[in-house]
């Protein structure tokens, strides 16, 4: 039945985000049987399609759910009851990853920052020099509700020299910008197809290394037959061997899709897009006159733009008035973050500079319209003056 609610014009929000036409092509491609051969080969070449995308030398591991249980089930998997756990929050998925690590870690130290701020290399290193059982390190590469990224090949170089384990959640920076398991030395590396991708949410894209796969293996804890396993998945890549239960067809048809959009107009391309969608946005913003959420704009994400919700006005205000007035669907902060800022995601197909300018005029226009003086003019010129250069 249709909904009495208008559906949204343009989705700008930090994902899920609309998905790619290649995409929905390819999510109506039929609904195959999982034990056919056709299938079994389909599904192992999306995970070598996986892999080349990632650039890591094994297939890649798809878990059959949303990338927040893909990172607990990395959590129940990895982190057994000897190891010592080191979590990095400088924002709410960074935070969150602590308290699945408290089913399973005998200790835990946690570094926060300001969910404004980047993790600082140097306090892992201190942290290291103070509690050498550091085992499992857990990086949120990029906290989207934050908007912000933090550094991390230079805390993955830290954590190897450590000899530690890294878990890295690049579920909403990967596929945007230039991250990818090796760079950052991630041991379990994860990331998602209904972000920067550009197709349905519902799936875990995961690399794990062979140094996490032992430490797996020797995790008496570790679960299997369960949601929550790594290790029932690891082999279901090959063609030769079966699924623990049946995957979702059509949302692997669809990731087939988004990588074949991804390789055919090129990674470097896609990231360059990205990256001058953000730099367009936020010229915009601070010319508007609005504040930028990120403490220091070098880390603010390419994906997605987080800006200060003004004073004396409400965050679902604006949301609300750019939804009725445009069309445009912006996203609120969450938790912590919550009615501190408002963001505007650049990922996937809307990763555009043109998009830059709606996002500039849905926010601002709302402003106008709740009674803020704020320049759209000067917001839309000054992301001209970056797209044109
Ligand atoms: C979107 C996202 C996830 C996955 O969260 P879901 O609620 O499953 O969509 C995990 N980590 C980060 C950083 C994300 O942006």
Redesign the pocket.
Known sequence: MASKIKEPVITLS??PVAAYPRVLRAMSRPVQYDFDPWFQQFYEDVTLKCAKALRTKDPALILQV???PG?EAAAASLISPNDTVLNLASGV?GKGFGYWSARYHKDMVEIEVPYNEAIDPGQVADAFRKRPDIKVVSL?H???PSGTINPAREIGTIVREHDGLLIV?A??SFGGMDIHPDDCFADIFIT?P??CLGAA?GLTIMSVSDRAWKHIEANPKAPFASVLSLKDWKNAWSKEKPFPFTPSVAEINGLDGALDQYFDEGPENVWRRHALTARACRAGIKAMGLELWAKTESIASPTCTAVRVPAGVNDEEIIAAARAQFGVVLSSGRNDTKGKLIRIGHMGPVAEPIYATVALTALGGALRKLGRKVDVAAGIEAALQVIQG
């Open positions: 930090a994902g949303e990338p927040a990172i998925y949120v990029h906290d989207t959640d579920v909403s998602g209904g972000k949410p």
